[in-house]
């Protein structure tokens, strides 16, 4: 079975400045896919940004980056210039190749103040 | 491109009642999951449709829960004969045919309280 772990519960951080928000995760498998959702407080799921473990090279959406480490079984979101906006519950999410299930973690608070 | 619909957006029932929960995937999928979220937690996996099948249901409880996915019409997660704990959000999400572990796309949740 897979876990994911979110470590940190609540963060905050102010405009402009950069945040990292943690996730790391247990499993056998070699081929998988790793997400970070957003949860504003309008409760929707957005997706922010997907990672295929077979690629090396660390996915980027715009502000978002994740730091994916492989061996470690990290998979870190790093937010630039944060904006208000970004205030929501940050979700990571494990599912593997083959599968449907994703597997979600605890989720991380961020509070955005200006 | 319309996204994941879910209605209604809030539904409450007194225990004993059933709940019935709509989900329309976008356009082009034809994978539906189901998710609920207890308060102050992650969401957990409850079952996974395809068109007039249930491909996994290893998250639904055993007993009240049902799910389906017509061949025409929206999934439908059924809940009978509520209880107090049953009360979550419930999320549905879509992904495209083919590649199952392609990214699900999620709906607005039906934030069900059961009174």
């Known amino acids: 079975a897979q876990t994911v772990t979110q470590s940190q519960p609540e963060m905050s951080v102010q405009e402009a400045e950069t945040v990292t928000l943690s996730c790391t995760y247990d499993t056998s498998e070699s081929n998988y896919y790793l997400f970070w959702y957003k949860q504003p407080p309008s409760r929707q799921m957005i997706l922010v940004i997907r990672?295929?473990?077979?690629?090396?090279q660390n996915a980027t959406e715009n502000r978002f980056s994740v730091n994916f480490q492989k061996a470690a079984k990290s998979f870190s979101l790093k937010i630039s210039d944060s904006q208000l906006g970004d205030t929501a519950m940050y979700f990571c999410?494990?599912?593997?190749?083959?599968?449907?299930?994703?597997?979600f973690g605890k989720g991380t608070m961020l509070l955005v103040s200006p | 491109n319309a996204g994941v619909m879910q209605n209604p957006r809030h539904l409450v029932r007194r225990r004993g009642q059933e709940a019935r929960l709509r989900c329309s995937p976008m356009k082009g999928h034809s994978h539906v999951y189901w998710y609920r979220q207890l308060p102050e937690e992650g969401l957990k996996f409850m079952v996974y449709?395809?068109?007039?099948?249930?491909?996994?249901e290893s998250g639904m409880p055993k007993e009240r829960f049902s799910a389906e996915f017509p061949k025409e019409g929206p999934s439908i997660l059924r809940i009978q004969q509520v209880v107090r704990g049953d009360s979550a959000a419930y999320f549905c999400?879509?992904?495209?045919?083919?590649?199952?572990?392609?990214?699900?796309?999620f709906g607005p949740g039906t934030r069900l309280t059961v009174l």
């Open positions: 449709l395809q068109k007039e099948n249930i491909i996994d």
């Open positions: 999400a879509s992904s495209p045919p083919l590649r199952s572990t392609d990214t699900q796309y």
């Open positions: 990672q295929e473990a077979y690629k090396q």
């Open positions: 999410a494990f599912v593997a190749s083959g599968y449907s299930t994703l597997t």
